[in-house]
């Protein structure tokens, strides 16, 4: 059974920093995918980055390309989001998601999950 467990989240101010975490376990082989998504409140839920586990890839949305960048530690099956240069509008809670490659775009496509970590970022 895939289990993710975030964490990393907190408070920053604008321009500021933060990384997660995702810890994964139970994870098969044929899901080699892995996502940060975030939901603000009121707001619908968005993918802010993907990576391939198995060659690398990458993908982030417009909104934060440039801004966050996801990375991985195989060897401790954790998956890593940095955000830089945060701005109000990341306020969101963050959640790990893993499902098959190719890597969906689509939250709603993402079959596992985890509970989620809150950020909140002040002007």
């Known amino acids: 059974q895939v289990q993710l467990e975030e964490s990393g989240g907190g408070s920053v101010q604008a321009g500021g920093s933060l990384r997660l975490s995702c810890a994964a376990w139970?994870?098969?082989?044929?899901?080699?995918?892995m996502g940060w998504i975030r939901q603000g409140t009121g707001k619908e839920r968005e993918v802010v980055a993907t990576?391939?586990?198995?060659?690398?890839?990458?993908y982030y949305p417009v909104s934060v390309k440039g801004r966050f960048t996801v990375s991985q530690d195989n060897a401790k099956n954790t998956v890593y989001l940095q955000m830089n240069s945060l701005k109000p509008e990341d306020t969101a809670r963050y959640y790990c998601?893993?499902?098959?490659?190719?890597?969906?775009?689509?939250?709603?496509?993402?079959?596992?999950w985890g509970q989620g970590t809150q950020v909140t970022v002040s002007s």
């Open positions: 998601a893993a499902d098959y490659s190719p890597c969906p775009t689509d939250p709603d496509e993402f079959a596992y």
């Open positions: 990576i391939n586990r198995g060659d690398g890839t990458t």
């Open positions: 139970g994870f098969a082989a044929s899901r080699k995918c």
